[in-house]
């Protein structure tokens, strides 16, 4: 009886401190997340169409400035010069507003990937509250997990409800 008792004893104690522990490829998690595709395609299209204006913009500027090339020929120096000190602010002016247009969309697509990768955390979180999971480690490109027995991967079911969710 005493035997028994402490078996039972011992028993409990080891099942209590038995640990859960998973882990997540991030980087093959964030590959494969539907939400990030879609914003990374949305921003390469916006990049593209800034590229495509800056170009338009650049090549209208050029015209402009041959056509001051060939009427500064025909002008006095100090007009020519205020023309030309003109068009030079016009050029620094031009290239200034789009390279903030670009830092604004840089910007713009930083804050969303940060709430993609945010939102991933607190689905990882839930995942592994609903689960009773003590740990989910990240592997990955630069993740802590340099081995895990493939029963422990979480990614391919964490992804499977990443997109479920944002399919909705």
Known sequence: MKYSILFLFAFVLI????????????????????????????????????????????QAFQL????????????????????????????????????????ILQQQGQQEMDSVVQKVKEEIKAFGKVNKYTFILGGGEGGSVLYGQEADDLTEELLKILNDKYKQ
Do not use: H, W
Request: proline share 0%; charged share 35%; with cysteine.
């Open 15 to 58: 099942s209590c401190s038995q640990q859960k522990i998973g882990y997540v490829d991030n980087v093959t998690l964030m590959d494969g997340y539907q939400e990030k595709i879609d914003i990374e395609e949305k921003y390469k299209i916006k990049v593209e169409n800034l590229g495509r204006k800056r170009d338009s913009i650049s």
């Open 64 to 103: 402009e400035a041959q056509e001051f090339q060939s009427r500064a020929e025909k002008m006095a120096a100090s007009k020519a010069q205020k023309e030309y000190d003109l068009l030079q602010q016009r050029g620094q002016f031009i290239g200034q507003q789009l390279q903030q247009e670009e830092q």
